[in-house]
């Protein structure tokens, strides 16, 4: 071991557990979305196999499953929105459609028996650290120890419902964008749409030829690059499925034109971001002629300073004769529609709700208590930080995929997820050479990181760019991996171990 890598060991007087004794540890995954779905296959792959998923709904498949409204889509290509250890030659189209994700992300549990072992409709309530393990609950009051916690839980799973007075004395049907109802026919009904980002965006042109008017109320115009969709002939398919050779090298493809282009433009590269801006612009003045318009549409800060929308439908969905973009502010909502600040009522039949996700929350709100009492919702205050995204000082043995000031920009978070657990899976490895029962960041190299991390993410355009965008939390700053994501795969290809402070048992 080098010497960047010495680890420095603290002793315990607990009894000896796995990685002293030699037993399999016992190892609690919480969330089977795509990160839940990987580390499982990750993990057994690398040997540990004592494994419990515990999913608080019917299902498995994250976001893909709660999410079903009309025109949902992925912004990553398909062949990089992937698992590599499942590699699909029958994607449909270049950027896939939610319910086809949906159907992968199902199969592919599976296949590698990931759905045996989940825990379905079992929500975690309660984390508790007694050293060197951890006591989980669940909803049902069930109580397990476990040895590793793994938070597989996602960053966007929260709907947020925005603050406007009356909302909840609206007659007609209304419901968040992730909690959509589809007993409710949008035929020939009028219906508001309150936000334009880019789950808005989607809904917006998949339902404007089929309602009887659409008002649209935007807050922020936001830029769209156009989404250069293409579907996949049955000839391209079979050819992938004889040669997969070439899914490897789609994935790959994808990984560098995603990674350098958008990854370029945030974090400061002036021709990138130049290159970004000047499609956004082109898309606009392309689609919008109506100058009124196109001023509202016109953001003023600049492209990919709030993430990127890709999405080819919104611009002819607005400037049909049926459609409306709004962009007084609310001021309240009544029994039949939206009064704005003019003073104008929208009559409404439908209220569909597109306001996003809080992004601060993470695990939470499963109570986390670390060594000492900590609890981690106090300790975050809604500025989550942890240490190379993926752990905290005083939680031992808590790992978090895609966890706070990870790069979750226009990435595919599959790629980022399979880094992770192959980061976690070697720490699992050092502790059971070394006879280590916990392990943990150090505070000090937590606090170094982090400052680096606040220094460097001034450069990015989520800065620079004159925004204010969901990434940004109570610091005022982006909660965002400043640096690119071949860095931050470098980093996840080898753990250096100075940075943790490791238990060992006596």
């Known amino acids: 071991m080098s010497a960047a890598n010495t680890i420095q060991i603290e002793e315990t007087s607990q009894a000896d557990g796995w990685a002293r004794t030699g037993h399999m540890p016992r190892i609690a995954i919480i969330g089977a979305g795509m990160s839940g779905i990987a580390s499982v296959v990750k993990l057994r792959e690398a040997g540990y196999t004592d494994l419990t998923v515990y999913e608080k709904t019917d299902r498995v498949g994250g976001t893909w499953r709660e999410n079903t409204y009309p025109g949902l889509s992925c912004d990553v290509p398909s062949y990089w929105y992937s698992f590599t250890f499942a590699p699909n030659p029958d994607w449909s189209h270049r950027f896939s459609y939610g319910p086809e994700i949906q159907a992968y992300m199902e199969k592919t549990a599976r296949d590698f028996g990931v759905t045996d072992i989940v825990q379905f409709n079992t929500p975690v309530t309660d984390l508790v650290y ?17 040895d590793i916690v793994i938070s597989a839980t996602g960053v966007l799973h929260h709907p947020v419902m925005p603050d406007i007075p009356g909302l909840d004395d609206f007659e007609g049907d209304s419901f968040h964008s992730a909690r959509w109802d589809h007993s409710c026919s949008l035929e020939g009904k009028r219906v508001g749409v309150i936000g334009t980002g880019s789950t808005a965006a989607q809904i917006v042109g998949a339902i404007a030829d089929e309602v009887e008017h659409l008002s649209v109320f935007q807050r922020t115009a936001q830029w769209m690059v156009p989404l250069s969709q293409k579907a996949y002939s049955e000839p391209w398919k079979r050819t992938l499925r004889t040669f997969p050779f070439l899914h490897k090298l789609l994935y790959s493809f994808y990984y560098v034109l995603m990674t350098r282009g958008i990854g370029g433009a945030v974090l400061g590269d002036p021709k990138s971001q130049q290159r970004i801006q000047d499609m956004c612009e082109k898309n606009l003045h392309d689609h919008v002629k109506d100058p009124e318009l196109l001023e509202k549409l016109t953001p003023d800060y600049k492209a990919a300073c709030k993430r990127l929308v890709l999405c080819s439908d919104f611009y002819p969905a607005i400037t049909r004769d049926t459609t409306e ?4 502010g609310i001021e309240h909502i009544d029994a039949s529609g939206i009064v704005t600040a003019d003073g104008r009522h929208h009559d409404l039949d439908v209220l569909v709700v597109a306001t996003g996700f809080d992004p601060t929350r993470f695990i939470l709100p499963t109570r986390v208590v670390g060594e000492g009492g900590v609890d981690l919702e106090k300790l975050w205050d809604d500025m989550p930080r942890a240490h190379r995204a993926m752990s905290v ?21 599959i790629t980022i997820s399979e880094w992770q657990i192959g980061y976690v899976i070697q720490c699992l490895d050092e502790m059971k050479r070394q006879g280590l029962e916990a392990i943990a960041p150090k505070q000090e190299a937590f606090d170094v990181y982090n400052a680096a991390m606040r220094e460097a993410v001034p450069n990015t355009i989520w800065v620079t760019g ?22 931050f795969r470098k980093e996840m290809k080898r753990p250096d171990f100075s940075e943790y402070r490791c238990i060992e048992e006596v």
């Open 130 to 146: 007694e050293a060197p393990r951890w006591r989980l609950t669940t909803g049902n009051g069930d109580e397990e120890i476990y």
């Open 325 to 328: 973009l709004v962009t007084e």
């Open 393 to 413: 000082p005083a939680f031992p043995n808590l790992w978090m995929i895609e966890g706070p000031t990870g790069p979750i920009g226009n990435l595919s978070l």
């Open 466 to 487: 004159g925004c204010n965008s969901w990434y940004l939390d109570k610091t005022g700053l982006p909660n965002l991996y400043p640096w690119s994501a071949s860095r």
